[in-house]
């Protein structure tokens, strides 16, 4: 399994920003898709993720009601939609896939096997 990460760029705080990330060489549905983020000197930092096969969702704290993520089984393509942005969100931005992950595991990057290779979202004051 592939994944690839794009989207990326320069916005000013409060402007909103879509990543998408792409699947390759498997189907979507049967991975859960997360988004995690990490910035130079800081730890990777668990966003966002949304479970196999199914619409449900899962957040962090620091994001919940800012950002959206969503998925189209169809293009397999997963989303992240970002509003509100401040320069804390300044990082690079990776998706990540897992077939095992479960609820008490769903945000440890750990029960994640596939990375993309991240793209950087920098929010300027």
């Known amino acids: 399994v592939q994944l690839q990460a794009s989207g990326g760029g320069l916005v000013q705080t409060g402007g909103s920003l879509t990543l998408s990330c792409e699947v390759s060489?498997?189907?979507?549905?049967?991975?859960?898709i997360s988004w995690f983020r990490q910035d130079s000197g800081k730890e990777r930092e668990f966003l966002a993720g949304i479970w196999r096969g199914g619409p449900s969702t899962f957040y962090a704290d620091s994001v919940k009601g800012r950002f959206t993520v969503s998925r189209d089984n169809a293009k397999n393509t997963v989303y992240l939609r970002m509003n509100s942005l401040k320069p804390d969100d300044t990082a690079i931005y990776y998706c990540?896939?897992?077939?095992?992950?479960?609820?008490?595991?769903?945000?440890?990057?750990?029960?994640?096997?596939?990375w993309g290779q991240g793209t950087l979202v920098t929010v300027s004051s």
């Open positions: 060489g498997g189907i979507l549905s049967g991975y859960t």
């Open positions: 990540a896939a897992s077939a095992r992950a479960i609820l008490s595991t769903r945000r440890s990057q750990l029960v994640y096997g596939y």
